[in-house]
């Protein structure tokens, strides 16, 4: 079974810094896809940025980027220029081609300090 | 363009009742999909939809049940609930089971069982 691993429970980061927050995963398949979300304390869940496994090029999003380690199947979030909105949850999930839902880690919980 | 919504926001029910939650889309999605969020953990699969008149167990069915209405609207039901059932439950909807497509989700519905 595909599972995917946040190490890390909470990280703490000064307003304006760069953060980086880890994610791991397990798995057979060749052909997956990934994702980061974020979840603020109104409970919504909000896609940050994804990343297609077939390709090797990181994934951008304004702020936010990922290195994207297939080998090492590591994928972490790297947060530039942080600010207090991206106080919340983030969690790491994983969907391989033939499935439907998403496999999601356990969450970091990100503080940003003012 | 409400997105994905769900009802009730919060529930409190005793063991032993039954109860059923409610999901709609309006972004005329075929897939559609059922989640738990305990503490500490990430979102696990309950139950999902690939299409209209069609639905499939994910990684925690035990003691749902779901109904796949029309294309807008799938339901959840929770027949003898029980204390372990105590979580937040997240719908969410996405365009087909295309890989590439985001899965856009509800803002859930806090359910407690006494």
């Known amino acids: 079974a595909q599972t995917v691993t946040q190490s890390q429970p909470e990280m703490s980061v000064q307003e304006a810094e760069t953060v980086t927050l880890s994610c791991t995963y397990d798995?057979?398949?060749?052909?997956?896809?990934l994702f980061w979300y974020k979840q603020p304390p109104s409970r919504q869940m909000i896609l940050v940025i994804r990343?297609?496994?077939?390709?090797?090029q990181n994934a951008t999003e304004n702020r936010f980027s990922v290195n994207f380690q297939k080998a090492a199947k590591s994928f972490s979030l790297k947060i530039s220029d942080s600010q207090l909105g991206d106080a919340a949850m983030y969690f790491c999930a994983y969907k391989w081609g033939g499935a439907d839902g998403l496999t999601f880690g356990k969450g970091t919980h990100l503080i940003i300090q003012p | 363009n409400a997105g994905v919504t769900q009802t009730p926001k919060f529930q409190v029910l005793k063991t032993g009742q039954s109860m059923t939650l409610q999901c709609a889309q309006d972004m005329n999605h075929n897939s559609m999909y059922w989640y738990r969020q305990d503490p500490g953990m990430g979102l696990r699969l309950i139950y999902y939809s690939a299409s209209e008149g069609t639905t499939d167990k994910g990684e925690v069915p035990n003691g749902y049940n779901v109904s796949r209405l029309n294309k807008r609207e799938f339901s959840l039901r929770l027949e003898s609930a029980a204390p372990s059932q105590t979580s937040v439950y997240f719908c969410?909807?996405?365009?087909?089971?295309?890989?590439?497509?985001?899965?856009?989700f509800g803002p859930g519905t806090r359910l407690t069982v006494l």
């Open positions: 798995t057979s398949e060749s052909d997956y896809y």
């Open positions: 990343q297609e496994a077939y390709k090797q």
């Open positions: 969410a909807s996405r365009r087909d089971r295309g890989n590439n497509n985001e899965q856009f």
